[in-house]
């Protein structure tokens, strides 16, 4: 499966300024879209763009070199980004003299959410609509709010239309705030309701779309309900807690896991004091953050206590961040290197709490954390520089696992050595450059690392470890869902083994796992 | 026997209490919320009370309550204060913070009536010349607002286009309205881009002038609006910097059409190149001189762009933008100021911001820049702020044509005023009361010159506005001598009162008034209740 490359670009012109073509096809039919926004953008202001004519084509003629990220955006299709920033993707590096052709970036018919907001009397109501989307992100399920750049709307007669979706599994709300506590008027008040009608989380229904499908006649119907006001301090032991500001939200208990935010609470104070209004009658959590940063070391502290509001207010409900009753943690990370400030982050596998701390220059640090099963990420951020190669905690091997901390607590061992950089391209099936597709390399079910190939199809990762490896690319499956343990199980079979020793590996040419053949198994996911 | 008597002995303490209830307490103040234009009330409004914004050193204390089925509501026991007042229900026009200033304890026990206006909804739908429905695009609402005696469209309303290519308008005031569709400004650059598409009115006009005007009623539901956009030509503009290096600048579509950000990328030879409709632009921004001593410099020029353009050249500006005049007193006396000198006022008729003053020296000479592209985008007035109540304005002269009163354009080049002041001003003072005999301090007061026809705009006329200090009382000065019509309306905005065509509709209600030199008049002015003069207003707008 290893192949060599020959891309498309041709320095012709060594001081001429690059230039980019490409077509935008529609990922469900294969045909050019025409009058698409095609957007490249850079780390200088400001960006540029085209749309695409009658074939489908785009063409930037002249652009100062750089990175660009590409992005391709019509009306009735889901936008697509390729090379996004951060730790899963890299622009496109285009330098002077580069003519870069035959880029392709597909759309995907895009699914509407047509409907109506209505009072219990059937009269319509405009207000605020919130949306999430049941994602998988770092091997778990998870529940996403979608934040557009315009916030979703019902508007003046009640009616919304909410477009550009992805297919999948979304939850919709219709969210009435007030800014006083509503307890004072004499009669009950509207309140957030989830589709169809509820006004808890545990009863809001889930709306299906699949690809290119859209729901149309959603009746949400908002309910009145009594409403009340939940109030307490967080306090600590702490002597650093003084200086920092906690931060109280309100969370639907057994809801959703983990739980999307409901409600940040108001009138914060550095004493402490919190008061969340409007709550209606349910189950809940209040959950307390705070972060410390004293003398380099950051610190989080999580507190939380499960309520119930029923027909009153809820007074003292009070949380104690306190890291003194949990286990006492040590540690000793060796190979630091003079890169980036390193950490170590500990996630709580249930919850998904992540309680975080920086490694001091001598390689030490502490931690102070309630007992449970933890996962633990150790590295600079961007995970590019250095790595880790081994985590050992109490002599056990746990790098990519799941492990117990109980009370008594332990030792951490971490070796950090320098990355390698693997390099590679990934191809279709009928054997040209795949914008976009991920690129993950794991090693028994657990991802070590993931890219998105940039609009020429190539990639880069940077590996620490040495070994053998099982490496895949799949054509249009977001980079989160491909790092789902029993996902890269199945795909096991159709990946390449990637060997990496004391020096770098050869550049990779990966053929993509077509969407049609990923979407089988992400069905199946649990 | 005994029996009996105990029972009626215990029942007596009863029949005392039932007799002789406690008072019930009286309520710090009282209202009603009515449908403005049915007039029928409105229940499960809700009224909130709220610390004035400018007093705002504690998260607002608020209170609320609602209307109960007649649509009345009452608030007990609020504690001595000012507060604002405002009543909001769904389906009606949400009217803001504008509600009455009201103080604890209260001067009356008058009750607040809230007339809330129903929302009219304007529904439709927007694509472009090719039926694509344009992502991102908008449509808003354009009304007639009312500036420094002079009236401009503003949008007043905005909605975006829906996935589906749909919109819905709501929140709709009565009144007359341009309708538009805008599409999305992307901020990027379009090297190969041959058209854009333009604000579009409806029904299909790419301006506003030839645009038809849409008369809305209150609670009016309209459908079936279809608008596409429109698109227009681009030229290529090419050009170079002149004797300047390092230039950044932007291109501003005069009169504010185009909401792009049009800023082209300099090479480092200084060439550039830019795609624009055509129409005039001003060009704004800055560059280092290329010879020495290499200083900071502005670019400040304009353009029109009429067709593909290939050395438009790029310099450091040379226009002052520098206005400079003269007050004299009639017959050429010396001003003699007595430390009370006059600041000389610009004052533009589309923005309430854009009013810049020039302080008068003691030999009568003032002078300065402006910066504000108001300023010169729209017309403007000139006139004097006068702290000697003795002096009024006889004329102002710029560029040796008469601007007495009258709007007129500013070019970028600035110019020269005269002013001449005459001695022996009038003045008018007095008090504004409500129809029940009440001071109104929430009212403007207008005066205006009936001397010239009636029909001219360059009629003298003074507006003032009564503030929460003022307690009904206003005072007029340095009106030139004359007879006059004076009136005063509640809860008007200062643009609408000093609109000619608003304050002359009232002319035949309004006070008559003749001024003689140097003397004060003293007036009592029952205000035009807001209900009396909105529909006035509405035909305006």
């Known amino acids: 499966m290893r192949i060599l490359l020959t891309l498309s670009i041709t320095a012709a012109f060594a001081l001429a300024q690059p230039s980019v073509e490409g077509i935008v096809l529609n990922a469900a039919t294969g045909l050019p879209v025409s009058k698409a926004a095609v957007l490249i953008s850079w780390s200088g202001a400001p960006d540029f763009r085209d749309t695409t004519d009658v074939d489908g084509r785009f063409v930037f003629p002249a652009i100062p070199p750089g990175e660009y990220v590409f992005s391709a955006e019509r009306s009735g299709y889901v936008k697509t980004t390729i090379g996004l920033y951060g730790v899963a993707g890299h622009g496109t590096l285009i330098r002077t003299g580069d003519r870069l052709s035959g880029i392709v970036i597909k759309l995907h018919p895009e699914a509407i959410l047509t409907g109506v907001v209505v009072t219990p009397d059937g009269k319509p109501l405009s207000c605020k609509l919130r949306l999430w989307r049941v994602a998988v992100r770092s091997g778990r399920r998870n529940i996403e709010e979608q934040h557009p750049p315009l916030p979703y709307t019902a508007d003046a007669d009640g009616s919304f239309v909410i477009g550009g979706l992805p297919p999948g599994r979304y939850y919709l709300a219709a969210e009435l705030d007030f800014d006083f506590p509503i307890q004072q008027l004499k009669h009950q008040e509207l309140a957030t309701t989830y589709y169809p009608d509820g006004t808890e989380f545990g009863k809001a229904k889930p709306i299906d779309i699949h690809a290119g499908e859209s729901r149309r006649d959603l009746r949400l119907v908002v309910q009145k309900t009594a409403m009340y006001t939940v109030s307490g301090t967080g306090s600590s032991p702490i002597p650093e807690f003084k200086e920092a500001r906690p931060r109280f939200h309100l969370y639907g208990k057994e809801a959703w896991d983990p739980y999307p935010s409901l409600k940040l609470a108001r009138d914060l104070n550095i004493s402490g004091k919190y008061q969340i209004r409007n709550v209606p009658p349910g189950d809940y959590l209040v959950r307390g953050f705070v972060e410390t940063n004293v003398r380099g070391q950051r610190r989080v502290f999580l507190a939380q206590k499960e309520i119930q509001v029923k027909n009153r207010n809820l007074t003292g409900v009070d949380l104690t961040f306190d890291h003194q009753r949990g286990a006492k943690l040590t540690g000793l990370a060796r190979g630091l290197g003079n890169t980036e400030p390193m950490f170590v982050s500990l996630s709580h596998t249930r919850t998904g709490i992540r309680t975080a701390t920086d490694i001091a220059p001598n390689g030490k640090f502490e931690m102070e954390i309630p007992p449970g099963n933890y996962t633990l990420f150790a590295g600079d951020g961007n995970r590019t520089e250095r790595a880790a190669t081994s985590i050992f905690f109490e002599g056990k091997d746990i790098i990519d696992r799941s492990f117990p901390i109980t009370a008594k607590g332990g030792a951490f061992q971490i070796e950090f050595a320098k990355t390698k950089k693997v390099t590679g391209v990934v191809l279709s099936n009928s054997g040209k450059p795949l914008a976009g597709a991920t690129v993950v390399v794991w090693r028994n079910d657990a991802a070590l690392a993931t890219a998105n190939a940039d609009s020429l199809g190539r990639f880069t990762l940077h590996i620490a470890r040495v070994g053998a490896f099982r490496m895949a690319a799949w054509e249009d499956v977001d980079s989160q869902t491909a790092i789902f343990p029993s996902f890269l199980r199945a795909f096991a079979s159709q990946s390449v083994e990637l060997k990496i020793e004391s020096g770098e590996p050869p550049s990779q040419g990966l053929r993509a796992i077509p969407r049609s053949a990923a979407e089988l198994v992400i069905g199946k996911l649990p | ?541």
């Open chain 2, 1 to 541: 026997m005994t029996l009996r008597l105990v029972l009626v002995l215990m029942m007596v303490p009863v029949f005392w209490a039932q007799s002789s209830p406690r008072p019930k307490p009286r309520p710090t103040f009282q209202g009603k919320v009515v449908n403005a234009a049915t007039g029928q009330p409105i229940p499960e409004a809700t009224i909130v009370l709220a610390v004035p914004p400018e007093r705002h050193t504690s998260p607002p204390p608020t209170r609320v309550t609602n209307t109960d089925a007649k649509g009345r509501f009452a608030l007990w026991a609020v504690p001595t204060g000012a507060y604002l007042i405002t009543a909001s229900r769904r389906g009606f026009v949400d009217m803001g913070a504008t509600g009455p200033y009201i103080k604890v304890p209260s001067e009356s026990n008058e009750e607040i009536v809230f007339r809330l206006v129903p929302q009219a909804i304007i529904r439709g739908t927007v694509e472009d010349e090719d039926g694509v429905i344009p992502t991102g695009a908008s449509v808003n609402l354009r009304r007639r607002e009312f500036h420094n005696g002079g009236s401009h469209y503003k949008a007043t309303n905005e909605a975006r286009v829906r996935a589906d290519g749909t919109f819905v308008l709501g929140g709709i005031l009565p009144g007359h309205y341009y309708l538009a569709a805008s599409s999305a400004p992307t901020g990027a650059i379009e090297p190969r881009q041959e058209r854009t598409t333009i604000d579009t009115f409806f029904p299909d006009e790419s301006d506003q002038a030839s645009a038809r005007l849409i008369e809305i009623a209150a609670g009016q539901e309209l459908n079936g609006i279809t608008i596409r956009l429109k698109s227009e030509r681009l030229y290529s503009v090419r050009g170079h910097l002149s004797e300047i290096e390092k230039g950044s600048f932007q291109f501003f579509p005069r009169g504010g059409a185009s909401p792009n950000q049009l800023r082209p990328i300099v090479n480092s030879n200084g060439s550039f190149e830019i795609r624009l409709r055509t129409g005039d632009y001003l060009i704004v921004g800055s560059a280092t001189q290329k010879s020495p001593p290499k200083s900071t410099v502005s670019i400040y020029q304009t353009v029109t762009v009429r067709g593909d353009m290939e050395t438009l050249a790029i310099h450091a500006t040379d226009t002052t933008r520098t206005i400079r005049g003269t007050v004299r007193t009639e017959p050429g006396q010396n001003p003699g100021w007595n430390g009370s000198q006059p600041i000389f006022l610009l004052s533009s008729m589309i923005s309430d911001w854009s009013n810049q003053g020039y302080g008068v020296n003691e030999d009568g000479s003032f002078q300065g820049d402006y910066m504000s592209h108001s300023l010169v985008d729209g017309e403007v007035r000139a006139g004097l702020y006068l702290p000697n109540p003795e002096l009024y304005v006889k004329s102002i002269r710029f560029n040796g044509s008469d601007v007495t009163h009258q709007p007129f354009r500013l070019p970028y080049e600035g110019g020269e005023f005269d002013v001449s002041l005459a001695s022996s001003a009038a003045g008018v003072s007095g008090v504004v009361q409500t129809a029940k005999g009440r001071r109104d301090k929430a009212s403007c007061v207008t005066i205006w010159s009936t001397n010239e026809p009636v029909d001219g705009s360059s009629a003298f006329s003074a507006t003032v506005p009564l503030g929460e200090e003022a307690k009904g009382s206003f005072q007029l000065e340095n009106l030139p001598p004359g007879e006059y019509r004076i009136n005063a309306w509640a809860e008007v905005g200062l643009g609408l009162a000093s609109y000619p065509e608003f304050f002359k509709a009232f002319g035949s209600t309004a006070i008559r008034l003749t001024l003689k030199s140097g003397t004060q008049a003293t007036v009592t002015l029952t205000a035009i209740p807001s209900h009396a003069w909105e529909s006035q207003a509405w035909k305006l707008r």
